[in-house]
């Protein structure tokens, strides 16, 4: 069955350094969708990629969709103390049902101010 | 609502009882999922439901589980003589539809089977 795997998993950085988690699947998807959970939180839901190559940016958050569509990465420049959690992808499988997100086990970020 | 609700957020049963978990997801929604997390790990995918109907229940782990929705909006999450490996987080999260695929998550409830 689809597969999709996330490194690292765990960063720790220095306020201010900039942090990159990547996720690779298996098999091509769908579409990719990023979540942030924060400690005892839930995920809440960042952005989906959906087009070949597509590149989206969210203020210091950079997303990216591979070519083959079986890669992404989630690039924070700069991070801040506010930029804790567990970043996870989520993929969409074409073989899979359209509501069946296979999410990584995501990389647990922590910043030191 | 405003949010997706879950009820109840902690259920502590022991061995061998039945569970219900509720959930209510953001009015107007078309999609809910269930969704099961251990700590350290991202949600598995249990199943979904588009309206009333289960589209998908290839995530469920045996036939002690089952889930229902009836009336295209709650959802009850059963598990039948519960287990300890059951044990876990279990959230809900609703999409506004199967192409807006968004997904709202809810609280969650947490499952300890003694």
């Known amino acids: 069955g689809q597969q999709v795997m996330q490194i690292p998993q765990y960063q720790h950085v220095q306020e201010g350094e900039d942090f990159t988690t990547y996720c690779n699947s298996s098999?091509?998807?769908?579409?990719i969708q990023w979540y942030k959970q924060r400690p005892g939180g839930h995920p809440v839901f960042l952005i989906q990629?959906?087009?070949?190559?597509e590149v989206k940016k969210q203020k210091r958050l950079t997303f990216q969709f591979g070519e083959a569509k079986k890669n992404s990465s989630l690039h924070i420049t700069a991070t801040q103390t506010t930029d804790v959690g567990t970043y996870f992808c989520?993929?969409?499988?074409?073989?899979?049902?359209?509501?069946?997100?296979?999410f990584g086990k995501g990389t647990k970020l922590s910043v030191k101010p | 609502g405003a949010g997706v609700s879950q009820s109840p957020r902690y259920k502590v049963t022991k061995r061998g009882q039945d569970v219900a978990l509720r959930c209510d997801p953001i009015?107007?929604?078309?999609?809910l999922y269930w969704y099961r997390q251990a700590l350290g790990q991202g949600p598995e995918f249990l199943t979904y439901?588009?309206?009333?109907?289960?589209?998908?229940k290839s995530g469920l782990p045996n036939d002690r589980f089952s889930a229902e929705r009836p009336e295209g909006s709650i959802s009850t999450l059963t598990i039948q003589r519960t287990e300890q490996r059951d044990s876990a987080m279990y959230r809900c999260?609703?999409?506004?539809?199967?192409?807006?695929?968004?997904?709202?998550f809810g609280q969650g409830t947490r499952l300890t089977v003694v």
């Open positions: 098999t091509t998807l769908s579409n």
């Open positions: 990629l959906v087009k070949s190559g």
């Open positions: 999260a609703s999409s506004f539809d199967s192409v807006n695929t968004e997904a709202f």
């Open positions: 989520a993929g969409g499988d074409y073989g899979g049902s359209q509501g069946n997100l296979i």
């Open positions: 439901f588009n309206y009333e109907a289960q589209q998908d």
């Open positions: 009015s107007g929604h078309v999609s």
